[in-house]
């Protein structure tokens, strides 16, 4: 206990050391991927002006796609691995959603003026903010500068397609060696239309977000960050699940200690304490008793669900100069309490019955990273990443112990011991090329969900989920090849990589369940299947024509396999792409751009139940115009060509928007 008090206390204690001294900046090669503002792609960058949200921008990472199960709240999938198999962080801090139907994935609560740049490590060779089998997803927040100023910035926003109507805006004030950033975000959707001017129902949301940083400095290299979130979404449609989203409620808070330059070796210490809890409501109120009655899966009933997630955690992180190489250190603890359950109201009679659904799961979580580069020579940069992290996790409700008796018996905890590792090197062949290839090594403990879940209904599959504590790891052994050219006013990017994931874990028959005829779903167990394997290509260029055209493209395939049944593994992406024609001058910036996908026939029928998707294209127009130094005009048309499309990662074939126009107003103060 000593021992951990200090180390709690260092960063604090080291301040008085680090007020006189200071040194200069060393610059390091990364292999960090920055996708929102990453300064070196100027076609990207202009795109990124004339985008109007999160999923847009997200779209634009080649190892990212979404799944959607509503007008709202799409899932950031990473070459086809969903957030189960990924580390989701927001500025490194851990979140887990609240709704056992993932209606809340971490994404919901990231707003586009929130978000300077997110950082993706597909590969495996960043693991300083957590590792899973997909990789990490680590989204960085604005924050506000010291630079004296006062500035405001509104932005307000209609769209037709869904009568949505947005209103946000920012403020930023800055004065002596104190500054402050205030952000807010107000939505509201009615029903949406799809292609062909198709009326979807029951797709009506409203959401609202605000952000406040405060920064302090109290010398030249110290700083001190508060940050507060708050975000609440309320009537959320959802015409792929057989619920709705009632209320959802997040707040987040967190204090932020950075030292810089403590001395001639330590060259950075970040240190962070966070909060934060989501409070998730669901039911089917607002469904037909035709509907109710006739589905598949409990009818005659409304089941009003509610789940919570609280975590707090702990988190420092240190850049270390060591002769002439880098060494980095992170260490992480954080504890999260998952609770879930529902009502079962009976129409006919008003007979209610109660269920658990996770029981009060407490997680409890420590991790160790240690990143090493070094320079072997002028054309060779070595990178390599260790990762330790011990997770044990319990069932706290007695009434969830006693309900799942009959599959777990008296095991309601577990434990797992995580060993990641990855070496990247980088090989720079000449001024214009570069060269890279990572080789890692990664296990994920199974989720709480996965662990301890209790009758978790899959639209899907249309079966029912229970959870198995004496899960394997999974393990992923995976092989990442890149290489990069880049000219004055061309930039050409290309990834093959290969994962083979031994232990998958998916939901296999429940045969000991006797099914009746008014409960007509599976009952799945989760399982370890046996193995798979992922393979896949992604290619990008960026072309400056001129100074004022730019064209930019994207493409990516990737084919899976499950070695057990001869099948692709869920959410496998088809040959997609992105194709952008754009135009810049001093006062505008237009971008046609065309989004394609082929047709999927690659698709999981005992792991999942998928069907295939035909392909599409679909094009969009976007601008921005600046009046004035003051006023900025935003308008475009998505989807010109009015396509009734949905894509492999939509729930149920749930469609995509139709035409959409829209026109925003931005005024900067």
């Not at 700083?223 to 975000?231: Q, R």
Request: overall charge negative; glycine content about 6%.
């Amino acid at each position: 206990m000593k021992k951990l008090i200090l180390i709690l206390l260092l960063p604090y204690l080291l301040i008085a050391a680090t007020e006189k001294d200071s040194i200069s900046n060393i610059e390091y090669k990364s292999d960090e991927i920055i996708v929102i503002d990453d300064d070196f792609n100027a076609v990207q960058k202009n795109m990124n002006t004339v985008l109007n949200s999160v999923d847009d921008l997200l779209k634009y990472n080649n190892s990212i796609d979404l799944i959607t199960r509503a007008n709202f709240a799409s899932e950031a999938i990473v070459r086809g691995y969903d957030q189960n198999r990924l580390s989701v962080t927001i500025d490194g801090m851990r979140m887990f959603s609240a709704c056992i139907d993932k209606m809340d994935p971490i994404t919901s609560y990231i707003e586009v003026e929130n978000l300077k740049a997110s950082e993706v490590s597909a590969d495996k060779s960043d693991m300083s903010h957590g590792i899973s089998v997909g990789g990490s997803l680590n989204f960085i927040t604005n924050k506000p500068t010291i630079n004296n100023d006062f500035r405001i910035v509104l932005d307000n926003q209609i769209s037709s397609a869904s009568e949505y109507y947005n209103s946000k805006g920012r403020v930023d004030y800055s004065s002596g060696n104190f500054a402050t950033l205030i952000s807010y975000s107000v939505k509201n959707a009615g029903n949406f239309t799809a292609g062909n001017s198709t009326l979807i129902g029951n797709s009506s949301f409203s959401k609202e977000n605000v952000k406040l940083n405060t920064l302090y400095n109290s010398s030249t290299n110290i700083t001190h960050g508060l940050e507060y979130i708050y975000d609440h979404s309320a009537d959320v449609g959802y015409p792929a699940l057989i619920m709705d989203t009632r209320s959802t409620e997040m707040n987040m808070l967190s204090y932020q200690l950075g030292m810089k330059n403590i001395n001639d070796v330590i060259l950075s210490w970040d240190t962070r304490v966070y909060y934060n809890s989501i409070s998730h409501l669901m039911d089917d109120y607002d469904r037909s008793d035709e509907e109710i009655m006739n589905r598949s899966v409990m009818p005659g009933m409304y089941m009003p669900m509610d789940g919570t997630t609280e975590t707090m955690g702990f988190l420092t992180k240190n850049k270390l100069l060591v002769g002439d190489d880098i060494l980095k250190f992170t260490l992480e603890v954080f504890r999260m309490n998952a609770f879930s359950d529902m009502k079962m109201e009976m129409l006919e009679t008003g007979r209610e019955m109660y269920l658990i659904n996770l029981g009060d799961i407490e997680t409890y979580s420590g991790g160790i990273y240690t990143g090493y580069f070094t320079q072997l020579n002028e054309s060779l940069l070595l990178k390599l990443n260790g990762r330790i992290d011990y997770i044990t996790r319990k069932v706290n409700s007695e009434f969830a112990r006693a309900t799942a008796e009959s599959y777990w018996g008296d095991n309601y905890s577990n434990n797992n011991l995580q060993l990641n590792t990855s070496a990247n090197l980088q090989l720079e062949i000449s001024e214009s090329q570069n060269a890279n290839i990572t080789l890692s090594r990664v296990e994920r403990a199974p989720t709480h969900l996965e662990s301890f879940g209790f009758y978790i209904y899959n639209i899907a599959d249309n079966s029912i989920y229970i959870g198995n504590p004496e899960l394997n790891k999974e393990k992923s052994y995976s092989v990442n090849l890149g290489y990069d050219y880049h000219a004055e006013n061309f930039n050409l990017k290309l990834n093959l990589y290969n994962d083979y994931i031994v232990d998958y874990i998916a939901g296999l028959n429940d045969d000991g369940v006797e099914v009746v005829e008014t409960f007509a779903q599976s009952f799945k167990l989760f399982q370890n299947i046996g193995n798979a394997n992922i393979t896949g290509m992604e290619a990008s260029i960026d072309y400056n024509i001129n100074s004022s055209f730019g064209l930019l493209g994207k493409l990516k395939y990737q084919y899976s396999q499950s070695l057990t049944y001869n099948e692709a593994l869920p959410f496998t992406p088809p040959l997609s792409g992105i194709i952008n024609l754009s135009y810049n001058s001093e006062d505008y910036t237009g971008v046609m751009s065309a989004e394609f996908a082929s047709r999927q026939n690659n698709i999981s029928k005992n792991i999942n139940i998928e069907d295939s998707t035909p392909g599409y294209v679909i094009l969009n127009w976007r601008n921005n115009y600046k009046i004035n130094e003051t006023v900025t005009v935003r308008f475009g048309i998505e989807n010109i060509l009015d396509k009734y499309y949905y894509t492999h990662f939509s729930i149920n074939n749930l469609p995509n928007l139709g035409r959409n126009i829209y026109l925003g107003l931005v005024v900067g103060l």
